[in-house]
């Protein structure tokens, strides 16, 4: 009996340990979504006065013919940029990414398109060594506060090898897949084709601008010479803001699982609390039933 009470206050202890461990994790998660967040919305201006700059450039300039613009009549090779974290800890949000990776996989190989895998965060470099898959490059170590120099890098890799296209040894398409932040409670996976563009304005619906009027446009020296400078820093900021958006997310994911460990914590140490009340109290109970049993032995003795 004294054995199963050890072994009771040994899970207590380890559970109570396990709890401030997560609780600790928990409270910097919250503090680090806060400053993700700040970085979000800081870059969003920029990314919607940028992409309503290209609209202007496609709307009202007919002779631009920019590739990033056409859809290529054969698709032989699409790129692929998975961005995950570098820890995990953060429940579902790696795998949630993962699946989608697999299933887009699935989709394009169906369609007899080769890949080029492109990789943020350790988890994904992860998945793919362990199985043995090919990437052509990986980024690590920053996912929690991602820098715009990391998406110039990106943008580097990937718009030469989309300009190149598939049928010299480039990229026809490009997607992004990635967490989105919706909430505090809800991270979503999303797949966003980034390449060849597609300008869609959202201003009607942006509760910021419910009525502003898309504005008319003098391009100096020329639209094919602005819309040349434009697209990169427009690349940029879309890689930069999906970045963002993942920090946010594994943040947020964190957060919500050391929360829920926190809580499975708890009720681990209620349950072998409960459990050492009850051994505790069936050992006194047996010890008392020894002494009375002893005690009646010494009287049977005496009155013999």
Known sequence: MGAQLRVYRQKIT?????????????????SRIQRALNAANAAYPYERSITRAVQALVTFSSRIDHPVFHERSQIRRSAVLVITSDRGLAGAYNAN???EVEGLEALLRSEGKDID?????R???GYFEFRNKSYVRAWTGMTDAPTIDTAIEIRKELMPSYLTGGEAGGVDEIFVIGNRFVSMMLQTPEVVRLLPLKIVDTSSTDPDYPHEVFPLYAFEPDPETVLNKLVPRYITAKLFSALLQASAAKHAATQK????????ADKLITTYT???????QAEITQQITEIVGGADALATNEDE
Not at 257 to 264: E, G, I, L, T, V
Request: aromatic fraction near 4%.
């Open 257 to 264: 699982a050391m929360k829920s460990a926190s809580d499975n």
């Open 117 to 121: 895998f492109y990789l943020v965060g």
């Open 123 to 125: 988890k994904a470099v």
């Open 97 to 99: 990414v993962i699946r």
């Open 274 to 280: 409960r459990l050492q009340n009850n051994a505790r």
């Open 14 to 30: 380890s559970a109570q340990t396990t709890k401030k461990i997560t609780r600790a994790m928990e409270l910097i998660a919250a």
